[in-house]
């Protein structure tokens, strides 16, 4: 079964130092990863995706993410943390069914909280 | 656009005591879901469906009901609402061309 972890429930930053979220994935075949970011009090809002390709990929408010296959690793990192930057971040894989029944998988969470 | 609109946004029932949540998509996707997140659990997926006139279980569908009334709109029933469905529950959408899910702004559900 596909699944992901985040091993980290919480991060603490500094303003302006570079941060990292972990996720680790377990999948059968190319895995399809995404991180989401949710804002208190919001829904969830795609920040960047893994399909193929590049390992770094670049996505929305300066994020990026390292695929690294053989460490089945998929973390998120930024240059330099903005105290905006808090919020809540999910790792999730897709679970591919039959008839375009695709589904995500989510990991627990990390909490990222920037510090002035 | 307003994308994945969810209503009520807040909603208090007693035990025992039925109610349905509302989502509506102006994207034009076909696929819909039905998350609910509890802390520590991530999202958990409830029911989902890939087109108009189908429908799903997820991971956590015991208690849940749900529509696809038509291609924009994809509703949640509890029939019989218990103190475990507590939660925060959020519809997404998702078109046949990405991979990427679309999320509503989420309804808080309390039972007591």
């Known amino acids: 079964a596909q699944s992901v972890a985040q091993p980290e429930d919480q991060v603490n930053v500094a303003e302006g130092n570079p941060l990292t979220v972990k996720c680790t994935y377990s999948?059968?075949?190319?895995?399809?990863l995404f991180w989401y970011v949710q804002y208190p009090n919001r829904g969830l809002q795609f920040l960047l995706k893994?399909?193929?390709?590049?390992?770094l990929v670049k996505g929305s408010y300066g994020f990026e993410a390292e695929f690294n296959k053989s460490q089945t690793s998929f973390h998120l990192k930024k240059p330099s943390a903005l105290v905006s930057d808090s919020a809540l971040y999910f790792c999730?894989?897709?679970?591919?069914?039959?008839?375009?029944?695709?589904?995500?998988?989510f990991g627990a969470g990390t909490r990222l909280a920037v510090h002035p | 656009n307003a994308g994945v609109t969810q209503t009520p946004k807040f909603q208090v029932l007693k035990t025992g005591q039925s109610m349905t949540l509302q989502c509506a998509q102006d994207?034009?996707?076909?696929?819909m879901y039905w998350y609910r997140q509890d802390p520590g659990m991530g999202l958990r997926l409830i029911y989902y469906?890939?087109?108009?006139?189908?429908?799903d279980k997820g991971e956590v569908p015991n208690g849940y009901n749900v529509s696809r009334l038509n291609k924009r709109e994809f509703s949640l029933r509890l029939e019989s609402a218990a103190p475990s469905q507590t939660s925060v529950y959020f519809c997404a959408c998702r078109g046949i061309e990405t991979d990427t899910q679309y999320f509503g702004p989420g309804t808080r559900l309390t039972v007591l």
């Open positions: 469906s890939a087109s108009e006139g189908t429908t």
């Open positions: 999948v059968s075949g190319n895995p399809y």
């Open positions: 999730a894989v897709r679970d591919k069914g039959g008839g375009g029944y695709n589904k995500l998988i």
């Open positions: 893994y399909i193929t390709g590049d390992n």
């Open positions: 994207m034009n996707h076909n696929s």
